[in-house]
């Protein structure tokens, strides 16, 4: 029966990592890859801080070698991906965890790793050591936005325990409360925030519309956030 779960285990990180590399170029600009951080959040959930760290490793390897992506291909991903790891084993659970460790850890270690790599290996200059921050950081809010909504659905239907217990895994009960549900809801603001910002500076969207519907759709969603928790407040 152990022997049947190790090669689940190893099925399960062979697809994570095929699904790495597939979606890495959905939203991907240059110092900024949200579905990477995806996947290192739910790896890392799954499987825990090792194998999230190896997954990330390989991931960013088969980027480089046959999608011609510089180095952050793993600067950006390793360290989030072992801390994002650690993180929510040491929180005994706790998802939101697993996506702080990941933008601690990427967001702000490896942008900051990045640099020495890019600018003495591979060459590339006008860079600072704070250059890839601001990127590294808009880029795990995303992905971690997303891991955390898909996690927290599967956490509170409890099939989450049940993935964990199949791959040998630390299992742990995490259900929503009113807090958790309320981020939620804010999170989709900030996705939107940077989806739209990116979205106007790639297509060149000129129109004066487009300069505040990043900041129109950030507010609506942390109000509704607001308004939501009031709400429940009160009914409780």
């Not at 742990?172 to 989806?195: C, E, H, P, R, W």
Request: aromatic share 12%; proline share 4%.
């Amino acid at each position: 029966m152990t022997d049947s779960k190790n090669i689940l285990k190893m099925i399960v990180l062979s697809m994570l990592i095929a699904l790495g590399v597939v979606i890495s170029p959905i939203l991907r600009v240059e110092g900024m890859c949200p579905m990477a951080h995806f996947i290192n959040i739910v790896c890392s959930v799954f499987l825990g801080p090792w194998y999230s760290l190896l997954c990330a490793t390989l991931i960013g390897i088969i980027r480089m070698s046959i999608m011609g992506i510089p180095p952050i291909a793993l600067t950006g991903a390793i360290f989030g991906a072992f801390l994002s790891g650690a993180f929510y084993r040491i929180s005994k659970g706790k998802i939101i965890f697993a996506v702080i460790g990941e933008i601690i850890g990427t967001g702000i270690i490896g942008a900051v790793v990045s640099y020495p790599v890019m600018n003495f290996i591979w060459g590339k200059e006008g860079l600072g050591w704070l250059f890839y921050v601001p990127s590294f950081i808009c880029g795990t809010l995303i992905g971690g936005s997303i891991a955390y909504v898909f996690l927290r659905k599967l956490a509170d239907t409890g099939v989450l325990p049940q993935i964990q217990n199949m791959l040998l895994s630390k299992s742990y009960q995490d259900k929503s409360g009113l807090l958790s549900n309320t981020l939620v809801i804010a999170s989709f603001g900030g996705i939107l925030f940077v989806v739209t910002g990116i979205s106007s500076g790639i297509f060149n969207l000129t129109a004066p519309v487009f300069d505040v519907l990043p900041y129109v759709s950030l507010t609506v969603c942390a109000g509704t956030a607001i308004i939501y928790y009031i709400l429940k407040k009160v009914k409780k």
